[in-house]
C-alpha cells in the first residue's frame, strides 16, 4: 500500500514533466554513440540544485532509464551499439533489420526494456536489505570466480566455432591489458612510451571500431543494393503481440533475475548482463541456431537484463551508500546535495523517500516504453534515407562520439586500428561476441585475480576457500568443457551423416 | 590461405608483445603475480589456440580467397581512405574543416558510384551545402551545449 501512496506523491504534474524531459534526454543521450548516461546526468546536475529531492530525482532517474534503454534504437537499425550495454542487443537486432523485421525488433527491444526495468524496481523494493548484503559479502575471489564464470559462457556464443570463438575472446581480453597496471599503478603495459595510452583503450571507441564502422565500410562497398524492404503496420503504437510476449516470458523473467544480480554487483553493470542473459537465453532456447540470424529471443534478453541492471545498481547505492557505477555515484552527490546521505540510515529514517525513489523508477520506465513505443515508426525512417547519404553521415556521428569520451583525438587513431582488426575479424569468420566480452570482463577478471593473490598468497590457497568464488571458477572450467565436448560430438555426427 | 595470413601477422604482433611483457617492471610490494603475469598467460594461450587454428586450416587443404583485401578496392577504399585522411588532419584543419570535407566527398562519390554521374553544379550543391551546415551545427551543440572540445585547428574557431 506504501508503494501506491509513494506513486501518489510522485504523479503530480511537475514531477511527470522532469520525468519526461529526463527520459527523453536519456533515450538520444543513450542512442547516440560515444554519449552516455553519465554525461547525460553530469549536464543536467546543475539544473536540479534549486529543486526538491522528489523532482530533482525525478528528472536524474528519468534520464538514467532511458540512456540505458535508448542504445537499442541504433544498434538493432544500424548495428551501432549507443552504450556498451547495448552490444549484445546487436547480434540479433541487427540480422532482423536485414531481415525486414526492424519493427518487431523494436517493439520486441521496448517492451522487454520496459519488462527489465519494472521487474527490477520491484527487486529494489523487495529485496533491497537481503541483496546489499550479499553485495557487501563478496570479496575479489567471489568477483573473480563469478566475472570468470560469465566468461566462460562465452563458449555458448560460438557453436561450430570453438577455436575462432576462443581466439577472439584471448584478443577481448588482451586489449584490455593495455596501460597502467591496475594493482601496482606503476608498469605501463603496451603503451610504447605514449602517455595517451595509459588508461588504455575506452570501452566506447572498441565497440564504435569493432562494430559500427566496419559495418560501414563493408556496406559502402554494396551501396547500389536495394536494401530489404521493412514491414511496417500502419500505427503509432508498436508494441509486441501477447502472443510473442507469452513466448519471451520465460527468456524475460530469467534475464530480468541475471540483470539484477549483476546490477547488485560494483562495477559490472549492463553489458556483461546483457552479454551473459544472451548467452543463457541461447543455452535454454529451442532453436539455439537461430540466434545471431535475427532470433527476437536474443534481443529480448539482452534488453531486459541490461534494464534490469538499473533497479539492481540502485540496492547498493541505496541501502549501502556504495556507488556500482558513475552514475550511481552522481546520484549519490546528487542526493547529497539535496541534504540526504544515501545507507541503511536512509532506509529506517525516511522509508517514504525510499519508496517515492522506487515509485519514480516505475514510472520512468512506463515512460520510457510509452515514448519508445510511439517513435518506433519515425526512427526506422532512418532506414529509409539513401545509402549514399546515410553511411558518411553515421560515420561522422561516430567520430564525434569517440571524441566525445575523453575529448581528444588520439582515440580515433586507435578507432582506426580496430576498424581493421574488426573488419579482419568478421571476414575470416570470427565471431566478434567473445571478443567484446573479453574486453568488457577482461580487466575485471585480472584485477579479482591478482587482488585474491595479493590477499590469500597462491591460487591454490585461493582454490581451497569454500565459496562462492571457488564454486562458480569450477563451473567456470567445467561449463566451456562440456561445450567443447558436446560441439565435437556434433562435429563428428554431422560428418558421420554426409558420409553416409 | 587469407585466414593464414591473418594468423600469421596476429602470432608475429603476440611473439612481439609476449617479448615486451618481460620488460614489465617488478614491483617487490605487489604480491599478485607482477603487472607481466597476466598478458604472458593470455598471450601464451593466444599462441597455442592460433597455432593450433593454423594447423587445421593446412590439415584442411581449402584455398580461400583474403576477403580482407575487399577493403582496399573501390568505393571501400575510398570511404576508409577519406576516414583516415580526415582523422590524421582533424587536429591542423580542426574537426568542422575535415569533418565537411569527408562528408561532402563521401556523399558525393558514393553518389557517383551509385548513380553513374554527379549531376549538375546545382545538384552537388543542393547535396553539399547541407552537410556543411550539419557539421557546423553539430559542432556548436557539442562544443556549446555539451562542453565537448572538439579540434578546432589552425582557424581557432
Given at each position: 500500500?506504501?508503494?501506491?501512496?509513494?506513486?501518489?506523491?510522485?504523479?503530480?504534474?511537475?514531477?511527470?514533466?522532469?520525468?519526461?524531459?529526463?527520459?527523453?534526454v536519456?533515450?538520444?543521450?543513450?542512442?547516440?554513440p560515444?554519449?552516455n548516461?553519465?554525461?547525460?546526468?553530469?549536464?543536467?546536475?546543475?539544473?536540479?540544485?534549486?529543486?526538491?529531492?522528489v523532482?530533482a530525482?525525478?528528472?536524474?532517474?528519468?534520464?538514467?532509464?532511458?540512456?540505458v534503454?535508448?542504445?537499442?534504437?541504433?544498434?538493432i537499425?544500424l548495428?551501432?551499439?549507443?552504450?556498451?550495454?547495448?552490444?549484445?542487443t546487436?547480434?540479433?537486432?541487427?540480422?532482423?533489420?536485414?531481415?525486414?523485421?526492424?519493427?518487431?525488433?523494436?517493439?520486441?527491444?521496448?517492451?522487454?526494456?520496459?519488462?527489465?526495468g519494472?521487474?527490477?524496481?520491484?527487486a529494489?523494493l523487495?529485496?533491497?536489505?537481503?541483496?546489499?548484503?550479499?553485495?557487501?559479502?563478496?570479496?575479489?575471489?567471489?568477483?573473480?570466480?563469478?566475472?570468470?564464470?560469465?566468461?566462460?559462457?562465452?563458449?555458448?556464443?560460438?557453436?561450430?566455432?570453438?577455436?575462432?570463438?576462443?581466439?577472439?575472446?584471448?584478443?577481448?581480453?588482451?586489449?584490455?591489458t593495455?596501460?597502467?597496471?591496475?594493482?601496482?599503478?606503476?608498469?605501463?603495459?603496451?603503451?610504447?612510451?605514449?602517455?595517451?595510452?595509459?588508461?588504455?583503450?575506452?570501452?566506447?571507441?572498441?565497440?564504435?571500431?569493432?562494430f559500427a564502422?566496419?559495418?560501414?565500410?563493408?556496406?559502402?562497398?554494396?551501396?547500389?543494393?536495394?536494401?530489404?524492404?521493412?514491414?511496417f503496420q500502419?500505427?503509432?503504437?508498436?508494441?509486441?503481440?501477447?502472443?510473442?510476449?507469452?513466448?519471451?516470458?520465460?527468456?524475460m523473467?530469467?534475464?530480468?533475475?541475471?540483470g539484477?544480480?549483476?546490477?547488485?554487483?560494483?562495477?559490472?553493470?549492463?553489458?556483461?548482463?546483457?552479454?551473459?542473459a544472451?548467452?543463457?537465453?541461447?543455452k535454454?532456447?529451442k532453436?539455439?541456431?537461430?540466434?545471431?540470424?535475427?532470433c527476437?529471443?536474443?534481443?529480448?534478453?539482452?534488453?531486459?537484463?541490461?534494464?534490469?541492471?538499473?533497479?539492481?545498481?540502485?540496492?547498493?547505492?541505496?541501502?549501502?551508500?556504495?556507488?556500482?557505477d558513475?552514475?550511481t555515484?552522481?546520484?549519490i552527490?546528487?542526493?547529497?546535495?539535496?541534504?540526504?546521505t544515501?545507507?541503511?540510515?536512509?532506509?529506517?529514517?525516511?522509508?517514504?523517500?525510499?519508496?517515492t525513489?522506487i515509485?519514480?523508477?516505475?514510472?520512468?520506465?512506463?515512460?520510457?516504453?510509452?515514448?519508445?513505443?510511439?517513435?518506433?515508426?519515425w526512427?526506422?525512417?532512418?532506414?529509409?534515407?539513401?545509402?549514399?547519404?546515410?553511411?558518411?553521415?553515421?560515420?561522422?556521428?561516430?567520430?564525434?562520439?569517440?571524441?566525445s569520451?575523453?575529448?581528444?583525438?588520439?582515440?580515433?587513431?586507435?578507432?582506426?586500428?580496430?576498424?581493421?582488426?574488426?573488419?579482419?575479424?568478421?571476414?575470416?569468420?570470427?565471431?566478434?561476441?567473445?571478443?567484446?566480452?573479453g574486453?568488457?570482463?577482461?580487466?575485471?577478471?585480472?584485477?579479482n585475480?591478482?587482488?585474491?593473490?595479493?590477499y590469500?598468497?597462491?591460487?591454490?590457497?585461493?582454490?581451497?576457500?569454500?565459496?562462492?568464488g571457488?564454486?562458480?571458477?569450477i563451473?567456470?572450467?567445467?561449463?566451456?568443457?562440456?561445450?567443447?565436448?558436446?560441439?565435437?560430438?556434433?562435429?563428428?555426427?554431422?560428418?558421420?551423416?554426409?558420409?553416409? | 590461405?587469407?585466414e593464414?595470413?591473418?594468423?600469421?601477422?596476429l602470432?608475429?604482433?603476440?611473439?612481439?608483445?609476449?617479448?615486451?611483457?618481460?620488460?614489465?617492471?617488478?614491483v617487490?610490494?605487489?604480491?599478485?603475480?607482477?603487472?607481466?603475469?597476466?598478458?604472458?598467460?593470455?598471450?601464451?594461450?593466444?599462441?597455442?589456440?592460433?597455432?593450433a587454428?593454423?594447423?587445421i586450416i593446412?590439415?584442411?587443404?581449402?584455398?580461400?580467397?583474403?576477403?580482407f583485401?575487399e577493403?582496399?578496392?573501390?568505393?571501400?577504399?575510398?570511404?576508409?581512405?577519406?576516414?583516415?585522411?580526415?582523422?590524421?588532419?582533424?587536429?591542423?584543419?580542426?574537426?568542422?574543416?575535415?569533418?565537411?570535407?569527408?562528408?561532402?566527398?563521401?556523399?558525393?562519390?558514393n553518389?557517383?558510384?551509385v548513380?553513374?554521374?554527379?549531376?549538375?553544379?546545382?545538384?552537388?550543391?543542393?547535396?553539399?551545402?547541407?552537410?556543411?551546415?550539419?557539421?557546423?551545427?553539430?559542432?556548436?551543440?557539442?562544443?556549446?551545449?555539451?562542453?565537448?572540445?572538439?579540434?578546432?585547428?589552425?582557424?581557432?574557431?
Open positions: 500500500m506504501e508503494i501506491l501512496q509513494a506513486i501518489g506523491a510522485v504523479l503530480t504534474v511537475p514531477n511527470l514533466v522532469l520525468i519526461l524531459a529526463g527520459v527523453i536519456g533515450l538520444v543521450f543513450g542512442a547516440i560515444g554519449l548516461t553519465p554525461i547525460a546526468i553530469a549536464i543536467l546536475l546543475p539544473f536540479t540544485f534549486a529543486m526538491g529531492v523532482p530525482m525525478s528528472l536524474l532517474l528519468g534520464t538514467y532509464m532511458g540512456g534503454a535508448g542504445g537499442l534504437i541504433s544498434a537499425l548495428r551501432i551499439p549507443g552504450t556498451a550495454a547495448s552490444v549484445a546487436v547480434f540479433d537486432g541487427y540480422p532482423m533489420t536485414l531481415n525486414g523485421r526492424a519493427a518487431e525488433a523494436l517493439s520486441m527491444g521496448t517492451f522487454a526494456s520496459v519488462f527489465g519494472i521487474f527490477s524496481a520491484i529494489l523487495l529485496l533491497t536489505p537481503v541483496l546489499a548484503s550479499l553485495a557487501i559479502a563478496f570479496g575479489p575471489w567471489e568477483y573473480f570466480g563469478t566475472v570468470f564464470f560469465g566468461l566462460s559462457l562465452v563458449c555458448l556464443l560460438m557453436r561450430g566455432r570453438m577455436l575462432k570463438g576462443f581466439i577472439a575472446t584471448l584478443i577481448g581480453v588482451l586489449i584490455k593495455v596501460g597502467i597496471d591496475p594493482i601496482n599503478g606503476i608498469a605501463s603495459r603496451f603503451t610504447f612510451g605514449n602517455a595517451e595510452l595509459d588508461a588504455g583503450f575506452d570501452l566506447v571507441v572498441v565497440v564504435i571500431g569493432v564502422l566496419p559495418e560501414i565500410l563493408y556496406t559502402s562497398g554494396k551501396l547500389g543494393d536495394i536494401p530489404t524492404p521493412q514491414k500502419n500505427k503509432w503504437f508498436f508494441v509486441p503481440t501477447l502472443r510473442q510476449i507469452t513466448v519471451q516470458l520465460g527468456n523473467i530469467r534475464s530480468c533475475v541475471i539484477t544480480i549483476i546490477g547488485i554487483l560494483p562495477g559490472l553493470g549492463g553489458g556483461p548482463a546483457a552479454l551473459i544472451y548467452a543463457q537465453a541461447k535454454f532456447s532453436h539455439p541456431d537461430e540466434f545471431g540470424k535475427g527476437p529471443d536474443g534481443v529480448a534478453a539482452s534488453e531486459s537484463a541490461n534494464n534490469a541492471t538499473t533497479g539492481g545498481a540502485l540496492i547498493p547505492m541505496l541501502a549501502l551508500g556504495v556507488p556500482g558513475t552514475v555515484a552522481i546520484l552527490g546528487a542526493m547529497a546535495i539535496q541534504g540526504f544515501c545507507g541503511p540510515l536512509l532506509l529506517m529514517q525516511e522509508p517514504m523517500l525510499f519508496r525513489l515509485a519514480i523508477v516505475i514510472v520512468a520506465n512506463i515512460f520510457m516504453f510509452v515514448v519508445q513505443a510511439s517513435t518506433v515508426k526512427a526506422a525512417k532512418i532506414l529509409q534515407m539513401p545509402r549514399y547519404f546515410l553511411m558518411p553521415l553515421i560515420a561522422v556521428f561516430c567520430i564525434l562520439g569517440v571524441i569520451v575523453n575529448n581528444r583525438v588520439f582515440d580515433l587513431f586507435y578507432m582506426f586500428a580496430f576498424i581493421l582488426l574488426g573488419y579482419a575479424l568478421d571476414k575470416n569468420g570470427y565471431p566478434l561476441a567473445p571478443l567484446m566480452l574486453v568488457i570482463l577482461g580487466g575485471m577478471v585480472e584485477q585475480l591478482r587482488r585474491s593473490l595479493s590469500y598468497g597462491t591460487f591454490w590457497d585461493c582454490l581451497k576457500l569454500p565459496s562462492v571457488t564454486l562458480f571458477f563451473l567456470g572450467i567445467v561449463f566451456p568443457l562440456i561445450s567443447v565436448i558436446g560441439n565435437a560430438r556434433e562435429q563428428m555426427r554431422l560428418r558421420r551423416a554426409s558420409a553416409a | 590461405m587469407g593464414f595470413i591473418f594468423l600469421s601477422l602470432l608475429v604482433a603476440c611473439g612481439v608483445l609476449l617479448a615486451i611483457t618481460f620488460g614489465f617492471p617488478l617487490q610490494m605487489d604480491l599478485s603475480g607482477g603487472a607481466r603475469m597476466f598478458p604472458q598467460l593470455v598471450l601464451g594461450l593466444l599462441i597455442v589456440a592460433i597455432l587454428r593454423m594447423v593446412l590439415a584442411s587443404g581449402k584455398k580461400e580467397p583474403f576477403a583485401l577493403i582496399f578496392k573501390g568505393p571501400r577504399l575510398f570511404f576508409i581512405a577519406s576516414l583516415f585522411v580526415s582523422i590524421v588532419t582533424m587536429r591542423w584543419l580542426g574537426f568542422m574543416i575535415s569533418v565537411s570535407a569527408f562528408l561532402v566527398g563521401s556523399v558525393n562519390f553518389y557517383w558510384s548513380k553513374g554521374n554527379l549531376g549538375g553544379a546545382k545538384a552537388i550543391a543542393a547535396r553539399s551545402l547541407p552537410m556543411v551546415a550539419l557539421v557546423v551545427s553539430l559542432y556548436f551543440i557539442f562544443t556549446k551545449a555539451l562542453t565537448v572540445l572538439l579540434p578546432a585547428g589552425f582557424t581557432g574557431i
